[in-house]
């Protein structure tokens, strides 16, 4: 294949990544006028923020494991083309239940395009310093695209609906769909197993039933169902642990859990991602329902939050020549705390510098856990595997920032509901309420419920301090260690491990080289 070609694919590679990630922060900005538009009440916002990454983390890996049967490139464009309709049939939604069913079709559709892009990237860049290379500009388009939604979302909401956030997605897929087939090449793999359908189920089952649970206790609900949901739950959750230890191509190599850094990287990328979806879901309310700003200027505001996390990542390969792997993380994850902290002293005159330092301060730590995690968990599997554990990482991520938006949301909604003695189910409600009152007494309304959301997200900043704190300590103490005889992980059934030292082996944290690493 000539270089330029493959240069070329990947710049189409680039735009369904991009697409994604400005998908999830896109919604963020929009969720206001999407909610008021629509009449959504809290429960119901926050399954529309986090019925896409739910999905998404559900079967990432499962799609992983169907390009490799019918082909990459064909599952790239098919989920191309779905992403495509669906994102149309999500933009003119007449009430919350079809935008919720729409967004979790989405999340089907966007599991096919990371994993399929990945390895279609492994497979055009054959030198491993061009790969390395080409691996790092894709995965800043992640970040890019996280900066960018909501500057985008803005600029939409601006002048259009709401649902102008979801139809800037139909072009960029349409070129995936016209150019993937000329400058894409085809890969199939010649021996993959059969994708796990029951534990797809499983695993799916699992997650929406604790994940509806916590919601609705999170509410107030004093019924019976939330806490079965969270039992059924949990069991379902185990049956799926069982099934994976026992078939034999199973969704999850459950013995990479055995290395020590394997299992705090892991941890540390969905807790992390808990932390930061959480604080960027009160933020960009804040900005708008709070401080009074336009989308536009909201967008703007929150970029420091895609734009940190851009920059920690491109700056952790330089720290880790100076410090060993996990002490990088964990200066980064105790930078993210400090940032953290400082949304708990939000109020007054200096609100605005203050949220801003602290977003890009949460968001610039997080750059080693992305970069230096990411690589670790790759170099864990043999190289053949390399995808299927990149798009365990990526589960991760979006299972931490799925359950981010659920679970902190639901945190920040019981000390809303408790700071206004439930005269208002959410800020977008209190606001809109307070049009259609007296002056007077939608200026009450008004304040009682700017007061009562400023403590949620005093409630939230110190949470996510917590979170950051206790992952760095975490990943200190589960380093690997020094001296003969480490442990070494199960080499996968059919295949042998990399010639020389290999970060299985060792225990080591891999920095991100050519080829090996790429952030989340």
Not at 9 to 14: E, I, N, P, Q, R
Not at 316 to 337: N, W
Request: charged share 10%.
């Amino acid at each position: 294949m000539r270089v330029d070609r493959a240069w070329l694919g990947l710049a189409v590679l680039m735009l369904p990544t991009l697409i994604v990630a400005m998908d999830v922060t896109a919604l963020l900005l929009a969720l206001p006028q999407l909610s008021a538009g629509l009449g959504a009440g809290n429960v119901e916002q926050l399954w529309i923020s986090d019925s896409y990454g739910l999905v998404v983390a559900g079967l990432v890996i499962t799609m992983g494991t169907l390009g490799d049967r019918i082909g990459r490139r064909r599952l790239l464009t098919t989920g191309a083309a779905a992403f495509a309709v669906l994102s149309v049939v999500a933009a003119f939604a007449v009430d919350p239940l079809m935008l919720i069913v729409a967004r979790a079709l989405l999340g089907v559709a966007g599991a096919t395009l990371a994993p399929s892009a990945l390895a279609l990237i492994t497979t055009m860049f054959r030198d491993g310093r061009e790969r390395g290379r080409a691996i790092a500009i894709w995965a800043a388009c992640q970040f890019t695209g996280g900066a960018l939604g909501p500057v985008l979302a803005g600029f939409l909401l601006q002048h259009f609906w709401w649902g102008s956030v979801f139809l800037a997605a139909v072009p960029a897929m349409l070129v995936v769909l016209i150019a993937g087939p000329v400058v894409l090449p085809e890969y199939r793999g010649e021996r993959v197993g059969r994708p796990d359908l029951p534990g797809v189920g499983l695993s799916l089952v699992s997650v929406l039933l604790m994940v509806y649970g916590v919601k609705q206790l999170a509410v107030g609900s004093v019924s019976a169902v939330p806490a079965a949901a969270l039992v059924a739950g949990a069991g379902v959750g185990l049956l799926f642990v069982r099934r994976q230890l026992r078939v034999d191509a199973p969704m999850l190599d459950l013995r990479l859990f055995r290395s020590r850094p394997f299992t705090a990287v892991l941890v540390a990328l969905v807790l992390a991602g808990v932390a930061m979806a959480g604080t960027g879901l009160l933020v960009t309310q804040y900005l708008q329902g709070v401080l009074g700003y336009s989308p536009v200027a909201s967008a703007v505001l929150f970029a420091p939050m895609g734009l940190g996390v851009a920059a920690g990542t491109l700056a952790a390969p330089a720290l880790a020549r100076r410090v060993a792997g996990p002490t990088a993380i964990a200066l980064g994850l105790a930078v993210s705390a400090l940032g953290s902290l400082l949304l708990v002293g939000v109020g007054g005159g200096h609100a605005l510098p203050l949220v801003m330092t602290g977003i890009a301060l949460l968001a610039l730590g997080t750059g080693p856990l992305f970069a230096l995690g990411t690589g670790l968990v790759i170099g864990s599997v043999p190289p053949e595997r390399a995808g299927s554990a990149a798009s365990m990482s990526e589960t991760g991520n979006y299972l931490g920032g799925s359950l981010g938006f659920g679970l902190l949301g639901a945190v920040a909604a019981v000390v809303y509901h408790d700071r206004v003695d439930g005269t208002s189910d959410s800020l977008a409600g209190a606001i809109a309420a307070a049009r259609h009152l007296p002056a007077g007494r939608g200026a009450d309304v008004l304040h009682t419920a700017r007061e009562a959301f400023i403590a949620a997200l005093h409630v939230i900043g110190l949470v996510a301090a917590v979170l950051f704190a206790a992952l760095a300590v975490l990943v200190l103490l589960m380093r690997p260690v020094t001296g003969p005889g480490p442990a070494e992980l199960p080499a996968p059934e059919g295949t042998t491990a990399p010639e020389g030292t290999a970060p299985e082996e060792t225990g080591e944290l891999a920095t991100p080289t050519a080829g090996s690493a790429r952030p989340a």
